[in-house]
């Protein structure tokens, strides 16, 4: 018995509860929240929006901001604290704290203060909450008419493009009188340096990520400022070039008077020029009626998996007619051509031709035709007094109304209009007749992309 006695008295001695002196705050979950949308009130459940711990400032935070609408006075908070460490919640409107519970809603429609306190309660530690939901619909777009004070309207034709967050318009009035002019804001717009265009002769432009192209007949001018004072580079040109279109990893692109793609990159000073590998698209009619002949334009959409490789599309007009099941479409219907740019892999221009089914999907062979690159969507304009934007979210081989952005009310033009993305999250749209223009946005593009949550 005593022996027993012993024995149970030296086990009880030795099973002393641990002091933890230390605790922190180790994960954060989202409940069930409440939204409300226009009228429409419900919930949705936010667990899947993934909560981030900084241990070393002591914040917490939603990675993605939470659905425009969603109610902050009461969100649902699941902790997890190392160590058995208890949680106070600071008083929004003083500093005092009250006893916290895991899964409790908490009002974070301003940033809050938790308190963690370590098992033996000589330990603290002060963590801020910020949970935040969207201000505003990521898709939503609006135009608005911008106060140009020196937009030129007396434009024939007009040719836009950005280069190194400034937007550039090539505009035509007639004979070999052209004129250049560069806008940051769409406001104030400053006439370019361009060369001396002899008679009979054509000017067309292009960019790349660090120059500028200007082309004559005869010549290529390059720029790194929009200015084109500089000397001429002779272009060597066995293929009869006709215009310049882009530029992508040191290589340049046009078309020659055959309408055929042509490619050049520079060698001692110069640049020389080869045809381009292209599908055959006798199987369409007859091959030149294919080519991008008229109002050409090229879309460079860079691949976000590698920087050297991209999906360019060529959209133009047609040169002439050509029949399908005994309708003549030629006229009505532009041309698209893509290729996929890798330094590794050898590729071809590949014609999309349009299923007779899907007609009503293509896009009009449209005068003065002007095209651009906006988020994830190529847009089309065209025609002398435009009716419609039109979109494409696969490169070109499909093009809606329905969707996507539409003309800014009040908007007219004469010679055509043209259509820009500025590179900084805008779009930009400039009338022919009235020198108007227009800046759009679209919510989501002006978002910071390395932010860890959005507002």
């Not at 140009?148 to 309207?153: I, K, M, Q, R, S």
């Not at 035509?172 to 004129?179: A, D, F, L, P």
């Not at 292009?206 to 200015?227: I, P, Q, V």
Request: hydrophobic fraction near 35%; glycine fraction near 8%; include cysteine.
């Amino acid at each position: 018995m005593l022996s027993c006695a012993c024995l149970l008295s030296s086990c009880i001695g030795g099973d002393e509860a641990e002091l933890y002196d230390d605790t922190a705050i180790t994960a954060v979950s989202l409940g069930t929240v409440k939204c409300v949308r226009d009228t429409i009130r419900y919930t949705y459940s936010a667990a899947k929006y993934p909560v981030r711990i900084n241990n070393i400032t002591d914040q917490i935070y939603n990675a993605d901001s939470l659905v425009v609408g969603t109610d902050l006075s009461c969100v649902p908070m699941t902790f997890t604290v190392c160590n058995s460490g208890s949680m106070l919640l600071k008083n929004i409107d003083n500093d005092g704290f009250v006893a916290y519970a895991s899964g409790d809603t908490i009002n974070c429609t301003v940033p809050r203060t938790m308190r963690v306190v370590s098992y033996d309660g000589k330990h603290t530690r002060d963590y801020t909450i910020s949970i935040v939901a969207h201000k505003e619909f990521a898709d939503n777009f609006t135009w608005t008419e911008v106060a140009a004070t020196n937009f030129p309207n007396d434009y024939i034709s007009m040719k836009a493009l950005s280069f190194k967050g400034k937007m550039y318009v090539l505009g035509y009035k007639g004979g070999v009188n052209y004129e250049l002019v560069s806008s940051s804001d769409g406001k104030t717009w400053t006439s370019c340096a361009l060369p001396t265009v002899a008679a009979g002769d054509t000017l067309t432009i292009a960019t790349s990520d660090d120059k500028m192209y200007l082309c004559t007949k005869k010549n290529l001018y390059t720029s790194t400022d929009g200015e084109f004072s500089g000397a001429a580079k002779a272009v060597n040109d066995p293929v009869s070039l006709k215009s310049v279109l882009g530029a992508f990893d040191g290589k340049l692109y046009g078309v020659n008077s055959d309408d055929s793609v042509v490619v050049a990159k520079e060698d001692n000073g110069s640049y020389v020029w080869a045809v381009d590998s292209m599908q055959n698209t006798n199987a369409y009619g007859v091959k030149g009626d294919s080519l991008p002949a008229r109002d050409v334009n090229m879309v460079v959409e860079t691949l976000k998996t590698d920087s050297k490789s991209a999906i360019v599309t060529i959209i133009a007009n047609k040169k002439v007619c050509w029949k399908e099941k005994g309708v003549n479409i030629a006229d009505t219907t532009a041309v698209v051509w893509t290729n996929v740019l890798d330094k590794d892999m050898k590729s071809q221009w590949t014609y999309c031709a349009t299923p007779w089914s899907n007609h009503y999907l293509v896009l009009p062979n449209m005068p003065h035709l002007s095209v651009t690159c906006y988020g994830n969507t190529i847009y089309a304009i065209g025609g002398d007094n435009p009716k419609k934007i039109y979109s494409s979210p696969d490169h070109g081989i499909s093009w809606h109304t329905q969707t996507g952005i539409t003309l800014p009310e009040g908007f007219s033009a004469t010679n055509g209009a043209v259509i820009v993305a500025d590179g900084n999250g805008f779009i930009y749209l400039m009338a022919s007749g009235s020198g108007k223009v227009w800046k759009g946005r679209q919510n989501k593009q002006t978002w910071v992309p390395n932010k860890t949550y959005y507002e």
